[in-house]
Nanobody, 120 residues
Framework: QVQLVESGGGWVQAGGSLRLSCAAS????????MAWYRQAPGKQRALVAT???????NYADSVKGRFTIFRDNAKNAVYLQMNGLKPEDTAVYYC??????????????WGQGTQVTVSD
């Protein structure tokens, strides 16, 4: 079984920074793409950023230039450095990863979510 465990959410004033972390544990034999999503109250879950196993990144337009996604393959971990936070960044943030586990099958896994609240 594979689990993605997130940490690093919290409350911050506008303009501040937070770093989210997410680590995969369990029977992990490989990880392809990793990503961060977010879901604001009353809205659908939306993609924030992705990173491939080779380090190629993509960002939602709303976070470009402010957020940075990076990963540590040795730790099976992905991070999201968030700078210049705005109230509209307030959401529950979820990490996701495509993981090869038992049976050598690739499956998508999600973290439990971590709340980020940005105040004016």
């Amino acid at each position: 079984q594979v689990q993605l465990v997130e940490s690093g959410g919290g409350w911050v004033q506008a303009g501040g920074s937070l770093r989210l972390s997410c680590a995969a544990s369990g029977l992990v034999f490989g990880i392809k793409d990793m990503a961060w999503y977010r879901q604001a109250p009353g809205k659908q879950r939306a993609l924030v950023a992705t990173i491939s196993s080779g380090g190629e990144t993509n960002y939602a337009d709303s976070v470009k230039g402010r957020f940075t996604i990076f990963r540590d393959n040795a730790k099976n971990a992905v991070y999201l450095q968030m700078n210049g936070l705005k109230p509209e960044d307030t959401a529950v943030y979820y990490c996701a990863a495509e993981v090869r586990s038992t049976g050598f099958k690739w499956n998508n896994y999600w973290g439990q979510g971590t709340q980020v609240t940005v105040s004016d």
